[in-house]
Each structure stands twice: as structure tokens, then as C-alpha cells.
Nanobody
Framework: QVQLVESGGGLVQAGGSLRLSCAASGRTVGLYTMGWFRQVPGKERELVASIRYSGGPTYYADSVKGRFTISKDNANNALYLQMNSLKPEDTAVYYC??????????????????WGKGTEVTVSS
């Protein structure tokens, strides 16, 4: 089992920045892919960015390319999402997620095995 705990959400003005953190504990050695998802009421949870836990390719949703950066610190079992140039449409609950099986396609929410409880990001205009 893997436990994930997000932090770093909050209220920020449009154009501002936030850095989300995800602390992973438990059997992290088995993780293959980690990602950040977000969800707003009435919509499906969508992938924002993902990264292979051992290093390698990253994926970004088109809506965040050039503004968000996903990174990880394996030594400290941490995942980060640096969010710059935030827009009101980035307002959502952001979730950290992990998958323990090999997967070569871009993961969807249904493909992830572990989830944090989420951290709320609100971007005011």
C-alpha cells in the first residue's frame, strides 16, 4: 500500500504561482507512474501532468503546457507540481495519484491505484 498526502493549495490571484507537494509513504518502491489530477464539481477528474517514478518522460495536458512543471524527489518520496501563470480556469481540487503497474500510455484516473485526499486551488480573477 502507498499513502499520498498533498499540500500547498490555496487562494492566489490570476498570474500568480503555487507549488503543490505530495508526500508518499509505504511501499513506494513499487510505484511506476505518478501524476497530478484535478477535478471541478460536475466534471470528470482529469490528468494535469504525469511522470515515471524512475525517471523518464513527462506528460502535460495541453491546457497547462508551458505553465506547470511536474517533478519528483525519489530520495524523499515526494512529488511536486509547480504552477505558474495561474488562470481562473485552473481552479480545482488537485489530487496526487500513483500507479504500481507498468503502463506505457498516458494514464487516466481509472488507471491509478493510489490517491491522496486532494488540495484545493482557487485562482481569483
Amino acid at each position: 500500500q502507498v499513502q499520498l498526502v498533498e499540500s500547498g493549495g490555496g487562494l492566489v490571484q490570476a498570474g500568480g504561482s503555487l507549488r503543490l507537494s505530495c508526500a508518499a509513504s509505504g511501499r513506494t518502491v513499487g510505484l511506476y507512474t505518478m501524476g497530478w489530477f484535478r477535478q471541478v464539481p460536475g466534471k470528470e477528474r482529469e490528468l494535469v501532468a504525469s511522470i515515471r517514478y524512475s525517471g523518464g518522460p513527462t506528460y502535460y495536458a495541453d491546457s497547462v503546457k508551458g505553465r506547470f512543471t511536474i517533478s519528483k524527489d525519489n530520495a524523499n518520496n515526494a512529488l511536486y507540481l509547480q504552477m505558474n501563470s495561474l488562470k481562473p480556469e485552473d481552479t480545482a481540487v488537485y489530487y496526487c495519484a500513483g500507479r504500481s503497474l507498468i503502463m506505457f500510455n498516458t494514464p487516466r484516473a481509472a488507471d491509478m491505484h493510489y490517491w491522496g485526499k486532494g488540495t484545493e486551488v482557487t485562482v481569483s480573477s
